[in-house]
């Protein structure tokens, strides 16, 4: 509302006007090579989005059209709209390493990285990527203008669970690719010897996200999310456990997703088993997995 203030409403009708014409006169003359249709007509209708770009740009536009054009750009080449739950191997789903869930004290929704799930493999890499895509998009459509809390959470982890390709991939999802999306980025109980690695990641984040980076130990956490949201592992009392499948969709009051109903308790254990059976067989035909965590593959 500052911004908007600041600028005034006509100057930033303006600048979306503005920004529409120089991007059909720039940057247009290779639409079918270029960039997917459904995100040219989106840009040309749909005023939030323009303004999101030019925000996040501070109302630059030369700066929101660079921005806008490296985004539609990589929602071509990534299939951003056309990724559905079908598009995206089983196994990635079945990990819980990345997923939806929760609130934080300022009602921003949570996106949970549970570090110590990830390993770094060039095989499924691009896959991986689709994956975050998928989970981004599939609440940018439900949520519309609403940002994201990112949660690091790095309990149990260590060097090979470090993947700054990924990790760059990450930020340039909220820097470049959904504007005005990060709320914050929390990284929770992050081992001293990576410190180096983060002091990178800022320099990746640039200046107009950098104030978005924080830093909690397991018992300060609390600080930005209530204990009803975060796990026992880290302080909390929320008694949710990731199980796929369904697809859970927890914004509901009674949990619902695509696939139906979240399992009861019974029909959770059982499926339980069946993942750690699972385990077991994914453990034998892979070894570069040297540790094996006790729940879930390594991802």
Request: aromatic residues 12%; hydrophobic residues 35%.
């Amino acid at each position: 509302m500052a911004e908007v203030e600041q600028h005034g409403e006509q100057d930033i009708e303006k600048k979306i006007e503005d920004t529409r014409e120089r991007f059909k006169n720039e940057l247009l003359q290779d639409l079918a090579e270029k960039y997917d249709s459904r995100d040219v007509e989106k840009l040309q209708t749909d005023d939030a989005l323009v303004e999101g770009y030019l925000t996040w740009r501070l109302y630059n536009v030369d700066d929101a059209l660079k921005m806008i054009d490296e985004s539609l750009q990589w929602r071509k080449e990534f299939g951003v709209n056309d990724l559905t739950e079908n598009s995206i191997p089983k196994w990635m789903f079945e990990t819980g390493a990345v997923y939806l869930h929760g609130y934080d004290k300022e009602g921003n929704k949570l996106f949970w990285f549970k570090v110590k799930l990830h390993v770094k493999d060039a095989k499924t890499a691009l896959d991986k990527k689709k994956y975050v895509a998928f989970w981004l998009e599939r609440y940018a459509k439900k949520e519309p203008g609403m940002p994201l809390t990112v949660v690091f959470d790095m309990t149990e982890s260590g060097l090979s669970n470090i993947d700054m390709d990924f990790v760059k991939y990450i930020v340039n999802c909220f820097k470049v690719y959904y504007p005005k999306f990060l709320s914050k980025m929390i990284i929770v109980d992050m081992p001293w010897i990576m410190n180096a690695a983060w002091k990178i990641v800022k320099s990746w984040l640039g200046p107009e996200a950098i104030s978005k980076l924080k830093f909690a130990s397991k018992s300060e956490v609390q600080t930005f999310i209530n204990p009803e949201y975060l796990p026992p592992s880290l302080g909390g009392t929320d008694p949710f456990q990731y199980n796929y499948p369904p697809l859970c969709d927890d914004d509901f009051q009674t949990p619902m997703c695509e696939n139906g109903p979240i399992p009861g308790e019974e029909e959770t254990n059982v499926k339980e088993d069946e993942l750690d059976v699972k385990d077991a067989l994914e453990t034998s035909f892979n070894s570069e997995v040297a540790v094996k965590p006790k729940k879930g593959w390594r991802w």
